[in-house]
């Protein structure tokens, strides 16, 4: 048998006090150490130098190499001119023109040959690895087609290895040009030699440098040959070499006449030697990238990468983007994707190779430094990491420090404890002197509290046994193991069979006794560390015994009391309070705890179900026979109800005619749904005798909520069986009905929200916004709707206020908040107003009462005829009602509106009833009226119909410009909605863009016709 809570006992270090705060300051000292090194300052100085360098160096290598590209590769104007003049004379002496180009062969292949030296003289002078001439042959379609192709004259040379030159040019190669070109020159076909340079429509980025710099010259024939140039996108000349970029420029005689191409190549083999990733990182961790940001959007097309750490980061990609915020200065992160799974920096330098409003100057080449965040913070990480272990070090040799001082310091106190435990109680306790002051005085006390302590007990037993209170002690030293109890301990505890008085037991012997005691129940507090338990008296009787106990290092003390007559107490306002006094069920305290209990294990719930009942004659007998019928009928529910009681079924009354049962630990529901279908039959078949009825049975309305299908909260579960019971109550009475959700979903807003209505009613909580009603003919304001908007977020919306107030029976005082509500608030804008008039939404089946009319006059006569009131379509026209809101109108020469025609009750019947001075058409005709053929032919007869009866017309719910326009043209009078103005607690003005906008359209119509 496991000891009782009373009978524990553990003991703690002084040593484990004195090393605590300690360590507590060694921690503080290292958050502050580490505060001061990682986040004062200096990691984010290192990674900022980190990325400096990286900054640094690629603009370093950006200007070297943004020199190369304007100040030597498309360095071409002297080729120009010569080769403009060697055209010229070709020209001359073969007697033709340009145009002969075309349909002259001699005349290309001549052209071709008399600027081969030209074009050598610019391979070299270039440094590039390759040049090339393409005449165009007249040719005026500057894009091919996919699928297309043309072939064009052309002379391609090239030069693996520019800067060593050859005087014989063994070491250049054509790769285009005529047969008789190759035959007069002493340069080496290449392997991919062709006579003709052929584009194809499939491939637009090979044949971009041709086209692209012939359209610009084209379209724009007053810019400088300089101007047009174009820079190209990587393509392949052959498919089995390396790609190239080139710089191309037209060729255009004096008179403008384009006749070709001239440019130059660069190998990306040539542009990776020149952009050498080493200087980015040693470790080649790093590599340039050179690429073109077409769209200025971040998103690079590359064109050459150095390295390999590109290619690890993002594999083959062909495009890199970067984010759209800098990450530090000129450097971007790089966007991660499929390929990118890396945290990665680019330090992005754009090259200056177009002026600025030129065809081209859209295309943005840049070079790029690109790292990972990982390689390049390296050094940073390297040192948060030995500061950690330099933290981790100190920690560890300040722990060894403060535990050897703390043994130190301990150590005599350790021997005073020692000399305690081992003196004797009975007799004075003398102590050995530590030199510690404070120890010393400690030691003093202690003997002279020894002392008295004797004197003490004998005086406090004699003041307890004369005072007759049910109290008594025990002590165990937990030093000697001996144990002390007063002398009417074991008496109290109906132990009086055992004959060991205080100089007789130990620890053992104790336990023993204890563990041999017969407890009932036992109940343990923690916050007071007090233990209650009952035991069997010798009458068989119920006995409370109350144990407190005390423990420090030497002794364990314990308290008991008898407390069997407060117990007693306590148990009957328990029961009080928990059952209610009609019915002997428990109330809607006890009910919420023990749901609450067994909500708590859902295991034991497995599938269980949440009954509400409301009995639905109780309040006709209250009325008709007195309260004591109302009660008697009441308990004859409750004991039905308690037949079906088990361990399985709790039963509660929560109010005067409703009953909470909570059925559970069952399987599925079909094993409950019998048992539910048992209470409503049993309730049913019980007779209710009365006087004038004998025959009347007991009927209740009910509403099931399941566990756990429907919710796993009871609160939920609760919320879910009152709304199924409204359900049914509302419609069958005396009928169960288990509870459907998507119901709930629809209705549910109805019952949860009756006292926020009755709280927005009686809280006068609305206000009223107002949106202006436009003349369609010159924009000119001629009134406000007034909008009612409750304060209360629960209540969103005026149809959800509306359906509340009508299931309620509410819906005078919703007409009553409408108008004097309404009607003050116009008051109090007269200026905002300035004239124009008020549509209020007046609910047609409700009439404000004579006391309240007249109550309405006095207050606001002088502007009752201002007001235009509407008869909203919710609700169905009472006649009478309507005729008498007719005569108010017009002895206040108010006027009346027929409002949401189209939809709801507003039907022609009632048109032909009311004859209003407005009608407002509804928005779900006007939406989208400038493209619904229907709808136009629609308002097209209401307009024509109106308009003969003198009805102005109101299109409510105008959202664009084109529904205004269409609705001018139909000749509507008056226009509502967002496009012209939102409803605002003030009135609110058109500006005069809007104005001007609607005069503008309206000109339009005139011009139209």
Known sequence: MAKHKFLDWGNRSIIRKIFTPMIIVMVIQAILFSFVILWGGTIEQLNNNALDILNERVINRKNYLENEMIQRWSNVDESVKSINSTVESVLKEKNASVQDIATNPALPEAIISSNTRNLIYLLRKNFVTGAFIVLTGNDTNYELEPGQSVQKTSLYIRDSDPGNDVVDNSDLSLERAPVDVTKATNVTMATGWAPLLNFSGDDPDASAFYYKPLKAAAENPDLAYSDLAYWSRPFKLNSDESDVITYSVPLRTDNGTIYGVLGVEVSTDYLQKILPNTELDSNKNASYL?????????????????????????????????????????????????????????????????????????????????????????????????????????????????????????????TLVQQVKKSNPR??????????????ELAGAIETLSQDVASSASKLSRIIAIAGIPIAAFEINKVTEEVYCTDSFFKMLNLSHVKETADGLNKENFESIMLGLKILNQDFDPQTNVTVIEIMDQNKQSKWIEIKLVEDDVNILGVIRDVTIETLERLKIEHERDYDILTNLLNRRAFYAALNERFGTPERLKTAAVLMLDLDNLKYINDTYGHDFGDEYIRSTANILKQFASPNAIFARISGDEFYALIYGYDSKDQIRPIISEIRQRLLNTAFPLLNDPDLKIRASGGVAWYPDDSCSYEALLKYADFAMYQIKNSVKGEFCEFDSKSYSENAYLLENKEEL??????????????????????????????????????????????????????HQIEWLTWFNSLKALKENQEAFGGARMFINSISNQLLSSDEMEELEQLYQPILGQVVVELTEEERTNESFTRKKQRYIRNWGAGLALDDFGTGYNSDANLLFMTPDYVKIDMSIVQNIDEDINRQKLLQNLVTYFKERKIKIIAEGVETVNELHALIRFGVDYVQGFYLGRPDIQPQKLTDEQVAEILRLNAEVRNEV
């Open 758 to 811: 009755n709280k927005f009613i009686d809280g006068n909580l609305v206000d009223y916004h107002f949106q202006p009603i436009v003349d369609i003919r010159d924009g000119q304001i001629i009134g406000y709707e007034a909008l009612m908007r409750s304060r209360l977020s629960t209540l969103k919306t005026p149809m959800e206020i509306l359906a509340l107030a009508k299931s309620q029976s509410k819906l």
């Open 427 to 440: 007799m004075p306790v003398n102590l050995d002197k530590t030199n510690i002051t404070e120890i010393d």
């Open 290 to 414: 050179l690429a073109v940001d077409a769209n200025q959007d971040g998103s690079f097309q590359n064109v050459v990468t150095t390295g390999t750490a590109y290619k690890r980061l993002a594999g083959n990609a062909d495009h890199t983007t970067f984010e759209d915020d800098p990450y530090y200065k000129n450097i971007y992160g790089i966007k991660k994707n499929e390929r990118i799974t890396e945290d990665a920096l680019g330090a992005v330098q754009y090259l200056n190779l177009y002026n600025s409003n030129t065809p081209f100057s859209g295309d943005k080449w840049a070079l790029v430094g690109v790292t990972t965040n990982k390689n390049l913070f390296a050094f940073s990480d390297m040192v948060m990491r030995m500061v950690m272990i330099a933290l981790v070090i100190s920690f560890a040799i300040g722990l060894i420090g403060i535990l050897l001082a703390g043994i130190h310091f301990t150590k005599p106190i350790t």
